[in-house]
C-alpha cells in the first residue's frame, strides 16, 4: 500500500475525531449506522449511471457522500450477505455456491460471529429489517439468535411483495414468510414490502433512545423478483398503455428510493441523522442484462455485471472536501465488516480477516489498502475461479454459476470440475479493467506473463488448505410449510 504524504498524514490524524467518532468525547461518541441492502439493484439501475432511473432521494445521498465505482460483491444473495455479516470471503466459509433454497438444511454457521453480535459487544442497538437469506431451518441460524435484538422480516430468498407466500418449484415448496422477532405476523397485509418496510425501520428509529449507538440492517426485498410494484410509481416511466415489464421493474427502483427517503426523513426529525453513517449497496448485479449496462453479464456470474455493484456511503460528520466525490479505490464486500466495527469503536484484534478497514480512505481520501481481490472460488457442479490484481482479472473455468437442481453426476461427464482440466478445456479469460471494463478483449493468449502471475495466486489459494467445501447438502422434505400450518418455519434441522 502506497503511504500518504506527511502533511496528509498528520492532517488525517487530526482529523480523527471525526472521522472515527468513537474516538472522542463528543456526547455521541458513537455513530449510528443504517446499512441499506438492495437485492438485484445493478449497475445501470441508478441515476449516477443512467439518468433515466427516477430515483432522486438515493441520487442526493449519493452526490452528498461518496460513491465507490469499483465495489465488488458475490455473484448471488446469500453468499454476499455472508460475506458482508463475516467479513470473510465466501469460499473461507463454506457458503460460495448456493444462494440457499428455502429447502436446504443449513445456513450461515453459527461458530462465526457476525457483525451485530460484535457491535453488541460495544454497546449498539442492533435492529433487523427485511430479508434474512441466511439460514433459517434451525432456530440458532435466525437473526434474533444471531446478534440482531429485533427482526421484522422474512426469513428466505424472496416472496410475495404484497402477500408474503414464498415459494420454490422444486419440491413444491410454499408457505407464508413474515416474523416479528420470532413470532408469525400479519401486520401490513396487502403493504407493498418496500414501504412496509421502511414503516418499520422508521419505527425503529422513532422508539430508539437517543444515548445508546444504534445499528439499522435494512435489506430490502427490491428489486428481486417477482416484478411487482404500486402502477404509480411505474407510470412515471410509462404513462399511458398496457405497462411493460421495464417499466414495473423501474417502478420497483422509484419506490425503493421512496423507502429510502422515508428512512432518512425519520432520521432527521428525530435528530439522529448528522449522527449517522449511511451505507447503501447492492448484494449482487442485476438479473437481467441490461440492468448492469455497460457492463457484462449478471448475477450468478463472475463477469463485472455480476459482481460490481453500486455503492456510497453518506455521513454529514464527514469533512466537506471528502464528500461529494466518486473513488475509484477497490472496495469488496468484506471490507464493511471491520470498517464498520472500527468506526463503533470495536479494539478486539480481528483474526481469519478477508476485509480491510476502509474508513480513512473514504472520509479522508487515504489510498485504499485494497490491491487486490477474490471474486470466487468454487467447485460445487463446474469449477469456477476468479481474481482480480489492480487493472488485471482472470477468469479460470466457468463465468457463470450453475443451479443446484443440476444433477451432479451429468456436471462431472459435463464440464470441467478442476484447474486442470479448465485449463486444457481452455476455460481462460484475461482482461485489462482500465481499458476495457466491458471485458469485450480476452488477452488470455496474449499476455502470458501476467497470467502466470494471476494464475501463480489461484494455485496458492487453492492448495492453501483455507478453501472450505461448498456447504450445499440435499434438499429436504421436511422443510415445507404444510408441515408447519403452511408457515415458512424452523425446526428440521441441526446448526452446525
Same mark, same amino acid.
Given at each position: 500500500?502506497?503511504?500518504?504524504?506527511?502533511?496528509?498524514?498528520?492532517?488525517?490524524?487530526?482529523?480523527?475525531?471525526?472521522?472515527?467518532?468513537?474516538?472522542?468525547?463528543?456526547?455521541?461518541?458513537?455513530?449510528?449506522?443504517?446499512?441499506?441492502?438492495?437485492?438485484?439493484?445493478?449497475?445501470?439501475?441508478?441515476?449516477?449511471?443512467?439518468?433515466?432511473?427516477?430515483?432522486?432521494?438515493?441520487?442526493?445521498?449519493?452526490?452528498?457522500?461518496?460513491?465507490?465505482?469499483?465495489?465488488?460483491?458475490?455473484?448471488?444473495?446469500?453468499?454476499?450477505?455472508?460475506?458482508?455479516?463475516?467479513?470473510?470471503?465466501?469460499?473461507?466459509?463454506?457458503?460460495?455456491?448456493?444462494?440457499?433454497?428455502?429447502?436446504?438444511?443449513?445456513?450461515?454457521?453459527?461458530?462465526?460471529?457476525?457483525?451485530?453480535?460484535?457491535?453488541?459487544?460495544?454497546?449498539?442497538?442492533?435492529?433487523?429489517?427485511?430479508?434474512?437469506?441466511?439460514?433459517?431451518?434451525?432456530?440458532?441460524?435466525?437473526?434474533?439468535?444471531?446478534?440482531?435484538?429485533?427482526?421484522?422480516?422474512?426469513?428466505?430468498?424472496?416472496?410475495?411483495?404484497?402477500?408474503?407466500?414464498?415459494?420454490?418449484?422444486?419440491?413444491?415448496?410454499?408457505?407464508?414468510?413474515?416474523?416479528?422477532?420470532?413470532?408469525?405476523?400479519?401486520?401490513?397485509?396487502?403493504?407493498?414490502?418496500?414501504?412496509?418496510?421502511?414503516?418499520?425501520?422508521?419505527?425503529?428509529?422513532?422508539?430508539?433512545?437517543?444515548?445508546?449507538?444504534?445499528?439499522?440492517?435494512?435489506?430490502?426485498?427490491?428489486?428481486?423478483?417477482?416484478?411487482?410494484?404500486?402502477?404509480?410509481?411505474?407510470?412515471?416511466?410509462?404513462?399511458?398503455?398496457?405497462?411493460?415489464?421495464? *417499466?414495473?421493474?423501474? /417502478?420497483?427502483?422509484?419506490?425503493?428510493? #421512496?423507502? @429510502?427517503? %422515508?428512512?432518512? &426523513? $425519520? !432520521?432527521?426529525?428525530?435528530?439522529?441523522?448528522?449522527?449517522?453513517?449511511?451505507?447503501?449497496?447492492?448484494?449482487?448485479?442485476?438479473?437481467?442484462?441490461?440492468?448492469?449496462?455497460?457492463?457484462?453479464?449478471?448475477?450468478?456470474?463472475?463477469?463485472?455485471?455480476?459482481?460490481?455493484?453500486?455503492?456510497?456511503?453518506?455521513?454529514?460528520?464527514?469533512?466537506?472536501?471528502?464528500?461529494?466525490?466518486?473513488?475509484?479505490?477497490?472496495?469488496?464486500?468484506?471490507?464493511?465488516?471491520?470498517?464498520?466495527?472500527?468506526?463503533?469503536?470495536?479494539?478486539?484484534?480481528?483474526?481469519?480477516?478477508?476485509?480491510?478497514?476502509?474508513?480513512? *480512505?473514504?472520509?479522508? /481520501?487515504?489510498?485504499?489498502?485494497?490491491? #487486490?481481490? @477474490?471474486? %470466487?472460488?468454487? &467447485? $460445487? !457442479?463446474?469449477?469456477?475461479?476468479?481474481?482480480?490484481?489492480?487493472?488485471?482479472?482472470?477468469?479460470?473455468?466457468?463465468?457463470?454459476?450453475?443451479?443446484?437442481?443440476?444433477?451432479?453426476?451429468?456436471?462431472?461427464?459435463?464440464?470441467?470440475?478442476?484447474?486442470?482440466?479448465?485449463?486444457?478445456?481452455?476455460?481462460?479469460?484475461?482482461?485489462?479493467?482500465?481499458?476495457?471494463?466491458?471485458?469485450?478483449?480476452?488477452?488470455?493468449?496474449?499476455?502470458?506473463?501476467?497470467?502466470?502471475?494471476?494464475?501463480?495466486?489461484?494455485?496458492?489459494?487453492?492448495?492453501?488448505?483455507?478453501?472450505?467445501?461448498?456447504?450445499?447438502?440435499?434438499?429436504?422434505?421436511?422443510?415445507?410449510?404444510?408441515?408447519?400450518?403452511?408457515? @415458512?418455519?424452523?425446526?428440521?434441522?441441526?446448526?452446525?
Amino acid at each position: 500500500m502506497t503511504r500518504p504524504p506527511h502533511h496528509l498524514l498528520l492532517y488525517s490524524l487530526l482529523l480523527l475525531g471525526t472521522l472515527y467518532p468513537c474516538m472522542t468525547r463528543r456526547k455521541v461518541s458513537q455513530p449510528h449506522i443504517v446499512l441499506i441492502v438492495a437485492d438485484d439493484l445493478g449497475y445501470n439501475d441508478v441515476p449516477w449511471h443512467n439518468p433515466t432511473i427516477i430515483s432522486p432521494h438515493l441520487q442526493d445521498l449519493a452526490k452528498a457522500g461518496v460513491i465507490l465505482e469499483q465495489n465488488y460483491v458475490q455473484t448471488k444473495c446469500s453468499p454476499s450477505r455472508a460475506a458482508l455479516m463475516t467479513g470473510r470471503y465466501p469460499f473461507h466459509i463454506g457458503r460460495q455456491h448456493e444462494s440457499l433454497p428455502p429447502q436446504m438444511p443449513t445456513g450461515l454457521s453459527t461458530k462465526y460471529r457476525i457483525l451485530p453480535e460484535r457491535l453488541q459487544e460495544v454497546g449498539y442497538a442492533t435492529h433487523a429489517v427485511g430479508k434474512w437469506h441466511l439460514g433459517f431451518c434451525d432456530w440458532d441460524y435466525t437473526p434474533t439468535r444471531r446478534g440482531f435484538g429485533t427482526f421484522f422480516g422474512f426469513y428466505t430468498h424472496g416472496a410475495d411483495y404484497y402477500e408474503r407466500l414464498a415459494s420454490n418449484s422444486e419440491g413444491g415448496f410454499k408457505g407464508y414468510d413474515l416474523r416479528s422477532n420470532e413470532s408469525v405476523t400479519h401486520e401490513g397485509e396487502g403493504e407493498y414490502s418496500a414501504q412496509l418496510f421502511s414503516r418499520k425501520a422508521v419505527e425503529v428509529i422513532e422508539s430508539h433512545e437517543g444515548k445508546q449507538p444504534m445499528f439499522l440492517y435494512l435489506a430490502f426485498q427490491s428489486i428481486h423478483k417477482p416484478i411487482q410494484v404500486p402502477d404509480q410509481y411505474s407510470r412515471r416511466y410509462q404513462p399511458y398503455g398496457k405497462l411493460t415489464k421495464d *417499466s414495473k421493474r423501474k /417502478g420497483m427502483i422509484t419506490a425503493l428510493d #421512496e423507502a @429510502v427517503k %422515508n428512512v432518512t &426523513t $425519520a !432520521l432527521k426529525q428525530s435528530k439522529m441523522y448528522r449522527d449517522t453513517v449511511i451505507i447503501f449497496l447492492s448484494d449482487n448485479g442485476g438479473a437481467d442484462k441490461d440492468a448492469n449496462w455497460p457492463l457484462r453479464g449478471r448475477k450468478n456470474s463472475v463477469w463485472e455485471g455480476g459482481t460490481r455493484s453500486v455503492a456510497f456511503v453518506s455521513y454529514p460528520r464527514m469533512p466537506k472536501r471528502y464528500r461529494g466525490r466518486s473513488t475509484d479505490d477497490l472496495f469488496h464486500i468484506v471490507d464493511w465488516y471491520p470498517t464498520i466495527l472500527a468506526l463503533a469503536g470495536y479494539s478486539k484484534q480481528l483474526t481469519d480477516m478477508d476485509g480491510y478497514d476502509q474508513w480513512l *480512505s473514504l472520509a479522508a /481520501g487515504w489510498p485504499g489498502p485494497r490491491t #487486490e481481490l @477474490v471474486y %470466487n472460488i468454487n &467447485t $460445487a !457442479l463446474r469449477f469456477t475461479a476468479a481474481i482480480r490484481a489492480g487493472k488485471w482479472k482472470l477468469i479460470w473455468g466457468y463465468p457463470e454459476g450453475l443451479r443446484s437442481n443440476v444433477p451432479r453426476k451429468e456436471t462431472r461427464a459435463a464440464f470441467a470440475q478442476t484447474l486442470r482440466e479448465a485449463r486444457s478445456s481452455d476455460l481462460l479469460y484475461l482482461f485489462n479493467l482500465e481499458t476495457d471494463p466491458s471485458e469485450t478483449v480476452n488477452l488470455a493468449h496474449e499476455n502470458k506473463q501476467v497470467m502466470k502471475i494471476l494464475m501463480k495466486k489461484i494455485r496458492r489459494i487453492m492448495k492453501s488448505g483455507e478453501v472450505v467445501k461448498p456447504d450445499t447438502p440435499f434438499l429436504r422434505e421436511r422443510s415445507n410449510p404444510k408441515y408447519y400450518g403452511g408457515y @415458512v418455519s424452523p425446526g428440521w434441522c441441526k446448526a452446525k
